[in-house]
């Protein structure tokens, strides 16, 4: 069973669709993540806003790897009820030169936009495409595509 066989029946046809136009289009990726559970929420959610002490102890439960002090000031989540709880989301991140780029530069800013273009003609919606931007005019979840329905 692959990562996207967890989402929600509903919504599984557009990632199927987003996943296709990259291969089509020879765009090497990775699905990050798809169905989260409850205790991943809060892991992640205690990030930027807990003591390392803390999200790490969260981070333990979920089954998730332990952070170092820098990376666990970074919030990675907004909310507590994220659709990815209900199946309706994935993270998926382009792949160049064997890696996921996760820093946006200059050198890789078109490819997370012709990513997030695909998801949206595949019927997502894009975590691109919110605000706050980025100065390539790339809002702050990059990685995220849901559909609501």
């Known amino acids: ?3 996207l066989d967890l989402l929600n029946s509903g ?3 557009y990632f199927d669709d987003f ?6 289009r020879g765009l090497r990726y990775s699905i990050v993540e798809t169905l989260r559970t409850q205790a991943v929420q809060e892991a992640y959610y205690a990030q930027g806003r807990e003591s390392l002490e803390r999200i790490n102890e969260l981070r ?12 666990a000031k970074k919030v990675v989540t907004k909310t507590m009820n994220s659709i990815h709880l209900t199946g309706k989301a994935a993270d998926i991140v ?26 949206q003609e595949a019927g997502l919606e894009w975590g691109g495409s919110w605000p706050p931007f980025d100065k390539f005019h790339i809002g702050w979840d990059a990685p995220h595509y849901q559909r609501n329905v």
């Not at 382009?94 to 530069?105: A, E, N, R, S």
């Not at 200059?106 to 998801?119: H, P, T």
Request: avoid cysteine; glycine fraction near 10%; proline fraction near 4%.
């Open 1 to 3: 069973m692959g990562k």
């Open 11 to 13: 919504v599984q046809r």
């Open 19 to 24: 996943v296709n136009k990259l291969e089509q």
């Open 60 to 71: 333990k439960k979920a089954g998730l790897y332990l952070l170092e002090e820098s990376e």
């Open 94 to 119: 382009p792949v160049l030169d064997g890696k996921v780029p996760w820093l946006i530069t200059a050198n890789n800013a078109e490819l997370w936009r012709a990513f997030g273009a695909l998801g």
